[in-house]
């Protein structure tokens, strides 16, 4: 694990492992070389260009096959990297160009996610049918936000009346007001 806090979901992978080894902070040849210790055959990444990810381990190739999955939608650019798994829709066919990676596409979906129970019932509409107006969100980094982005979705806006944008992690005060 190379998550800095354990939470609910964490315990509960830990609990189906006979092995689990919190690496937080491990330099990334130390992590290869244990990797390659344990016998690991399958490493699969789960953060590509993410925060904290550790593609400087698997560019070190300490497991026969490498396989990139779930966190970042795109290729890691890395020759040692063996696999994405990936969804037609997601990558169509004629995709492989731009990848580094082989391409296996999964049936079905992409993403597995089971919600929490304490979520409760999924309602049976979504909610901006009752509303009448939809409400759109973005929990992106704002500086991946471009005035093209902004542009388009105030076009976006516009067309829709009444519709909203919520957007989260956006610093209160000038940035805020000038956004």
Not at 46 to 62: C, D, I, M, Q, V
Not at 114 to 131: I, K, M, T
Not at 141 to 154: C, E, Q
């Amino acid at each position: 694990s190379n998550a800095a806090q354990e939470d609910e979901v964490s315990a509960r992978l830990r609990g189906y492992v006979d092995h689990w080894c919190v690496c937080v902070g491990w330099p990334d040849a130390r992590l290869a070389q244990q990797i390659l210790e344990d016998g690991i055959d399958v490493l699969v990444d789960l953060s590509g260009h993410t925060g904290k990810n550790r593609l400087l381990t698997f560019a070190r190739k300490p497991a026969p096959v490498q396989v990139s999955y779930l966190g970042y939608a795109a290729t890691t650019g890395l020759a040692a990297m063996d696999w994405r798994l990936t969804h037609a829709e997601v990558d169509p066919a004629g995709y492989e160009a731009y990848y580094s990676e082989r391409l296996y596409r999964l049936p079905g979906s992409l993403w597995c996610y089971r919600a929490s129970a304490e979520l409760g019932a999924v309602a049976a509409e979504p909610p901006c049918v009752g509303r009448g107006s939809v409400t759109f969100g973005s929990m992106n980094n704002l500086a991946k936000v471009s005035p093209d982005t902004v542009a388009v979705w105030a076009q976006m806006l516009r067309a829709l009346r009444g519709s909203m944008l919520l957007m989260t992690g956006i610093p209160e005060g000038s940035v805020r007001e000038r956004l």
